[in-house]
């Protein structure tokens, strides 16, 4: 199992909360973005800059990740992708995207998308709250112990 960061738009605080894991457990942890990223001195922790451009940090996740292995996104489209190639997907709320869940959050999302563009709807997700940070420390720490990491 390796962890894949969807780097661009991860909270710090959640990299934070990776950071201490991959050490923890010794795990290796790939953050992509096609900006620099940085992260702390470790033999477990890499940061991958790609190209810049709409979706290159996503597709090269999903070009690298293998069944079984984790990535952290918020972005659902690249979720669906990695659930799809039998991959986990773990958003920084600290929900676990399945193949039971994923239609639902792409409709979901795809509906927001249409009430923004129509004005219907303005804003983003509300700011990432110590219970969020809680969930995801929680749901990380449940699935590296699933997969003999804990």
Same mark, same amino acid.
């Given at each position: 199992?390796?962890?894949?960061?969807?780097?661009?738009?991860?909270?710090?605080?959640?990299?934070?909360?990776?950071?201490?894991?991959?050490?923890?457990?010794?795990?290796?942890?790939?953050?992509?973005?096609?900006? &620099?990223?940085?992260?702390?001195?470790?033999?477990?922790?890499?940061?991958?800059?790609? /190209?810049?451009?709409?979706?290159?940090?996503?597709?090269?996740?999903?070009?690298?990740? @293998?069944?079984?292995?984790?990535?952290?996104?918020?972005?659902?489209?690249? /979720?669906?992708?990695?659930?799809?190639?039998?991959?986990?997907?773990?958003? &920084?709320?600290?929900?676990?995207?399945?193949?039971?869940?994923? @239609?639902?959050?792409?409709?979901?999302?795809?509906?927001?998308?249409?009430?923004?563009?129509?004005?219907?709807?303005?804003?983003? &997700?509300?700011?990432?709250?110590?219970?969020?940070?809680?969930?995801?420390?929680?749901?990380?720490?449940?699935?590296?112990?699933?997969?003999?990491?804990?």
């Amino acid at each position: 199992m390796r962890i894949w960061v969807d780097a661009d738009a991860c909270p710090s605080v959640i990299k934070d909360i990776l950071f201490r894991a991959a050490e923890r457990v010794g795990i290796e942890t790939t953050l992509v973005a096609n900006q &620099p990223v940085r992260i702390p001195a470790s033999r477990y922790v890499k940061a991958l800059q790609v /190209a810049a451009g709409f979706d290159v940090a996503d597709r090269h996740i999903l070009q690298a990740v @293998r069944q079984g292995d984790l990535v952290v996104t918020a972005d659902i489209p690249l /979720a669906a992708d990695v659930v799809a190639k039998g991959g986990m997907a773990l958003n &920084p709320r600290g929900e676990l995207y399945t193949t039971e869940n994923i @239609r639902e959050r792409l409709a979901m999302r795809n509906l927001a998308e249409e009430l923004r563009a129509t004005g219907t709807m303005t804003g983003g &997700p509300s700011a990432l709250s110590k219970r969020d940070r809680q969930a995801f420390a929680n749901h990380l720490d449940r699935l590296l112990a699933r997969h003999g990491r804990a």
